[in-house]
């Protein structure tokens, strides 16, 4: 509620609320002095957060965004000169102030990229006698991060750890990860992944999965990539990173071989008369779906019918978005793809069923691709199931989805 009224803009009522809660946890203050910094009142911010001291209430990350954000007002600093004057034992509040004034200056010289005046001003203030907490670490650290300065990132990780003694959270690794990351060391950022006490987050994985783009490195991305899955599995970004990485590459072949082991299964099957060739038809699903999308770029004249479940597609690998129906082709065989395919299209009566809720693969994308095709004059159809994810497993869903494929396909193949 006082987050709510603050994010209104009554303060008023958000301080009313926060003077009245018998019990007030790290939340409540976070909410009040965010409120006070994001309406304009960062006199009152600082003031909260003086009294949040004296309580003995250790302040988090959020409040230590919000505390920069009003720190960054000359009359702020004035005030709380004249605090201490009146105040009584203001020694830890006014230490806490000035480790937030260094985080906030040093964080504004690594969003400008000044890394070296950074790491002089984080010096700075280990000079005079402030002792970093987890926070100023997660400050300095990202600020190497961005400039590259890998020797100094390696010292203040090892100096928190052994001389500060305190323990490096899942953020702090991630940060020397990144760092690692972005100059290129990326078996020492795995190395270092590997060794954590604790379990890695996805933001480790995924700093490490974009180095991998990169620089280039297939393997290592398909390594990391299966671990970002088994994390955040609905994460559709880490699927996309991952084409993006085999596209720069060129490495679309993988695609291309599957194709060809099912084409030539199907011809085994053809002539030892256990099939007829006017009768053929393919269904897939996710990335069943994703190759039976190239099965009938690839061999037009092949299949009567086709029917897709959430096809893993990506669009932003397209070659043209207006002629969605070639890019398989380029896709599949690289960028000479884009001369050796230009006059073929896809002919396959093809069906989409697509789950609406799905976080893997946006509905939007096998909409796109489905309104690609019919501009190019294919008979397509489009099912959408509003209340189901990528797998469409709801049991009425999952009954109806492979009736309508049967109706499709008898519409085709009698």
């Known amino acids: 509620m006082i987050d709510g009224y603050a994010k209104y803009g009554d303060m008023a009522s958000a301080r009313f609320l926060f003077d009245q809660a018998p019990n007030k946890d790290i939340v409540a203050w976070s909410a009040l002095i965010s409120g006070y910094a994001q309406n304009g009142q960062p006199n009152e911010a600082v003031k909260i957060f003086l009294e949040m001291s004296t309580k003995n209430v250790k302040p988090d990350e959020f409040i230590i965004v919000s505390l920069m954000s009003a720190c960054s007002q000359d009359h702020v600093q004035a005030a709380l000169i004249d605090m201490n004057a009146k105040g009584g034992n203001m020694e830890r509040a006014t230490s806490l102030f000035d480790m937030i004034s ?59 750890r052994h001389k500060y003694h305190l323990t490096p959270s899942p953020d702090h690794y991630a940060c020397m990860v990144d760092l690692l990351s972005r100059s290129g060391q990326l078996n020492a950022a795995y190395d270092l992944l590997q060794s954590m006490p604790m379990e890695p987050h996805a933001g480790a994985w995924g700093a490490l999965l974009g ?23 609905p994460n559709p970004h880490n699927y996309v990173l991952l084409s993006n990485i085999h596209a720069a590459a060129d490495r679309w072949f993988d695609v291309s071989a599957d194709v060809n ?29 994703f190759l039976t999308t190239h099965l009938i770029g690839q061999a037009q004249d092949k299949f009567i019918a086709a029917a897709a479940r959430n096809p893993v597609c990506n669009l932003a690998l397209m070659v043209g978005t207006t002629d969605i129906p070639d890019w398989r082709f380029a896709e599949a065989y690289g960028s000479e793809g884009q001369n050796s395919f230009t006059d073929a299209h896809v002919k396959t ?15 939007s994308t096998g909409l796109q691709y489905a309104r690609a095709l019919k501009e190019k004059g294919v008979p397509i159809k489009v099912i959408v199931f509003p209340n189901d994810t990528h797998a469409i497993e709801r049991l009425q869903s999952d009954f109806e989805s492979f009736l309508s494929i049967g109706v499709w396909f008898k519409k085709y193949l009698s």
């Open 211 to 233: 180095a991998c783009k990169l620089n280039g490195n297939i393997e290592f991305g398909e390594l990391i990539a299966n671990q970002l899955f088994e994390i955040e599995p």
């Open 349 to 363: 009566p093809t069906l989409f069923l697509l789950g609406a809720q799905d976080l893997r693969v946006p509905v």
């Open 261 to 289: 082991d099912v084409l030539v299964a199907i011809d085994h099957v053809i002539d030892l008369g256990l099939a007829s060739p006017s009768k053929l038809a393919v269904v897939g699903g996710s990335h069943g779906g």
């Open 102 to 160: 260094y985080c906030s200056m040093i964080q504004g010289l690594s969003v400008h990229g000044r890394g070296d005046q950074a790491v002089a001003l984080f010096n700075k203030m280990l000079n005079e006698g402030l002792a970093p907490d987890e926070v100023a670490f997660t400050v300095i650290l990202t600020a190497c991060s961005r400039s590259g300065l890998v020797e100094e990132g390696w010292h203040f990780f090892e100096s928190m």
